[in-house]
């Protein structure tokens, strides 16, 4: 039998603070962002917390994506709740479909430009998520 030393391995620990994105990563990390859109406001939200201050251009258009679809995400939940309610429930439904139609087409096209490497503003963006932050 062979006796085999061993060598003492030795571990290093991660740094606390995380690696700045490079620019490619930097506009992937924004577009998806943006095209996380089509699901709600859920992923901007996750990319703007985890991402928010490893690129610049990730920051500001994960808080833009964010701030557009936050509202409509929760207009489209509470239509969808009541949707069951008689009479009236279909209206709800008609609101939730046309107006997720909108919110996944706009971030659609947002994704599509941020890809490119350039900055995007929703038109009709009521930044709540920022005004929500002002009243502190």
């Not at 930097?26 to 089509?38: K, M, Q």
């Amino acid at each position: 039998m062979k006796s085999t030393s061993t060598a003492k391995a030795t571990f290093e620990g991660s740094s606390s603070t995380p690696n700045k994105l490079t620019v490619h990563e930097d506009r992937n990390i924004a577009t998806l962002a943006h095209f996380g859109g089509v699901i709600g406001c859920i992923p901007s939200g996750i990319v703007y917390y985890l991402y928010r201050d490893r690129g610049a251009f990730t920051e500001q258009e994960s808080r833009e994506a964010f701030n557009f679809t936050l509202l409509p995400t929760i207009i489209i939940v509470v239509s969808m709740l009541l949707t069951p309610l008689p009479l009236v429930g279909w209206i709800f439904g008609l609101i939730a479909a046309l107006l997720w139609s909108y919110l996944a087409l706009m971030s659609l096209i947002a994704g599509i430009k941020v890809n490119k490497g350039n900055p995007y503003q929703y038109r009709a963006n009521t930044m709540l998520f920022d005004r929500l932050l002002s009243r502190r």
